[in-house]
């Protein structure tokens, strides 16, 4: 099984609509994270958190909110999606401490996300 | 973190060494190079990461100069599943937050 999944894999909604996608890890890691990637673009990081009370916005937070249920769980939320919020989500996780490649992030498969 | 520099494409025949180059010139000395790839939209795989000192494992090498100016992963015998697009990134491990991805090389691997 994999480490990492995300629900679901695709989506598609329409402008003004409230959804939520899921991630959850197996890794018992503590640090998790999700990114969005646009077309031939790179990844940008929306949020993330080092435990379950820490939350912090990442570079392009605008229009998501996330919520962190536990430590293997951290979903996020597009409160009212528009269509510039077409793209791939991915969730990602880390390993705490601070030797050498404890900052190395795993990612899920992505989630597809169209907003009509 | 500094900013890396990459080529925006690469060929290599199949069963041959891919070497993928990256410039980090403003790397600074607690920072380490990391190289993950995406295949074709999945998520990003983790690869490799160094300090100073060339790595190796079961995927990859990672060769750093010795000014930690740029470095180089090699793919010793690239396969058809090896295209992808490869990320170079540079970072502080202490910086959980900043992990950026630029828009990295497209290794086309040919038969």
């Known amino acids: 099984d994999a480490d990492v999944t995300q629900t679901p894999r695709n989506r598609i909604t329409k402008t003004g609509k409230r959804i939520m996608l899921e991630c959850s890890q197996t890794?018992?890691?503590?640090?998790m994270y999700w990114y969005r990637q646009d077309p031939g673009l790179g990844l940008r990081l929306i949020y993330y958190?080092?435990?379950?009370?820490?939350?912090n916005k990442g570079e392009i937070s605008d229009g998501y909110s996330v919520s962190r249920q536990a430590q293997a769980k951290f979903s996020l939320s597009l409160e009212s999606a528009i269509p510039n919020q077409t793209a791939l989500y991915f969730c990602?996780?880390?390993?705490?401490?601070?030797?050498?490649?404890?900052?190395?992030?795993?990612f899920g498969p992505g989630t597809r996300l169209l907003v009509l | 973190d500094a900013k890396t520099t990459q080529p925006p494409s690469m060929d290599c025949a199949e069963g041959r060494a891919a070497n993928l180059p990256c410039n980090h010139s403003?790397?600074?000395?607690?920072?380490?190079v990391y190289w993950y790839r995406q295949i074709h939209s999945q998520g990003p795989q983790y690869i490799i990461h160094?300090?100073?000192n060339n790595e190796t494992n079961e995927m990859a090498s990672l060769i750093i100069t010795e000014d930690r100016k740029s470095s180089t992963l090699i793919l010793p015998h690239a396969t058809l599943r090896d295209t992808a697009v490869y990320y170079c990134?540079?970072?502080?491990?202490?910086?959980?937050?900043?992990?950026?991805f630029g828009s990295g090389t497209k290794l086309n691997v040919k038969p």
């Open positions: 990602a996780t880390s390993g705490g401490g601070f030797r050498e490649g404890q900052g190395t992030q795993y």
């Open positions: 890794k018992g890691h503590d640090r």
């Open positions: 958190s080092f435990d379950v009370k820490d939350i």
């Open positions: 403003t790397i600074s000395g607690n920072e380490y």
């Open positions: 160094g300090l100073k």
């Open positions: 990134i540079v970072r502080v491990t202490l910086n959980f937050n900043k992990f950026y």
